[in-house]
Nanobody, 126 residues
Framework: QVQLVESGGGLVQAGGSLRLSCAASGRTFSMYAMGWFRQAPGKEREFVTIIRWSEGITSYADSVKGRFTISKDNAKNTVYLQMNSLKPEDTAVYYC???????????????????WGQGTQVTVSS
């Protein structure tokens, strides 16, 4: 089992920045990758970004490329999401998720993730 706890959400004006954190505990040695998804009201959950736990390889959704940065601290078992130049359309509940063991398929498909955090609200005002 892996437990994920997000923090760092809040209310920010358009153009501002926020940094989300996701702390992992439990069987963290089994982690293959960690990602962030988000879900806005009335919309499906969508992929934001992912980082491979060992190599640090990253990938981003086109909608956040150049504005968001994912990073990790292996010693702290924590992943960060630095969000800059925020837009009102970034408003959503942001979820951290983990893939354990091995590659399980498309990284932008939420069904391939094994564990999820409880989510943290990000609200961007115009």
């Amino acid at each position: 089992q892996v437990q994920l706890v997000e923090s760092g959400g809040g209310l920010v004006q358009a153009g501002g920045s926020l940094r989300l954190s996701c702390a992992a505990s439990g069987r963290t040695f089994s982690m293959y990758a960690m990602g962030w998804f988000r879900q806005a009201p009335g919309k499906e959950r969508e992929f934001v970004t992912i980082i491979r736990w060992s190599e640090g390889i990253t990938s981003y959704a086109d909608s956040v490329k150049g504005r968001f940065t994912i990073s990790k601290d292996n010693a702290k078992n924590t992943v960060y999401l630095q969000m800059n130049s925020l837009k009102p359309e970034d408003t959503a509940v942001y979820y951290c998720a983990a893939v354990t063991g091995r590659y399980k398929g498309r990284y932008n498909y939420d069904g391939n993730y094994d564990y999820w955090g409880q989510g943290t609200q990000v609200t961007v005002s115009s």
